[in-house]
């Protein structure tokens, strides 16, 4: 069984959806959170499990789905890094790239 971590960049995916989402109904915002969490409980005992990120050529660079959501993820060892968690729709790399422009 290996470790699960959330890095502080997913949690605050994570809060940005659920702030979005209760702007309707805090109920299923709580809902979503809860679930999708729960979508990543089997990486504990199957790490590789979901499918390599399309975008990165890393085996070790993994995603599971949850909806519309990508919950992205990094095998290092006996460690799993659970690093973002983005809609589908997103060009999330795009993105990346102009922060780390800016931060240049």
């Given at each position: 069984?290996v470790k699960?971590?959330?890095?502080?960049?997913?949690?605050?995916?994570?809060?940005?959806?659920?702030?979005?989402?209760?702007?309707?109904?805090?109920?299923?915002?709580?809902?979503?959170?809860?679930?999708?969490?729960?979508?990543?409980?089997?990486?504990?005992?199957?790490?590789?499990?979901?499918?390599?990120?399309?975008?990165?050529?890393?085996?070790?660079?993994?995603?599971?789905?949850?909806?519309?959501?990508?919950?992205?993820?990094r095998v290092?060892?006996?460690?799993?890094?659970?690093?973002?968690?983005?809609?589908?729709?997103?060009?999330?790399?795009?993105?990346?790239?102009?922060?780390?422009?800016?931060?240049?």
């Amino acid at each position: 069984m290996v470790k699960v971590t959330w890095a502080p960049s997913a949690l605050d995916d994570i809060d940005s959806i659920a702030r979005y989402i209760a702007e309707d109904s805090a109920e299923m915002a709580s809902l979503f959170v809860r679930r999708l969490m729960e979508a990543t409980d089997r990486l504990q005992e199957f790490p590789l499990s979901g499918r390599m990120i399309p975008e990165v050529d890393d085996p070790n660079s993994r995603e599971v789905i949850y909806g519309a959501y990508r919950i992205m993820h990094r095998v290092e060892g006996n460690e799993v890094w659970i690093t973002g968690v983005v809609h589908g729709a997103r060009d999330w790399r795009h993105e990346r790239s102009l922060n780390e422009e800016g931060n240049e």
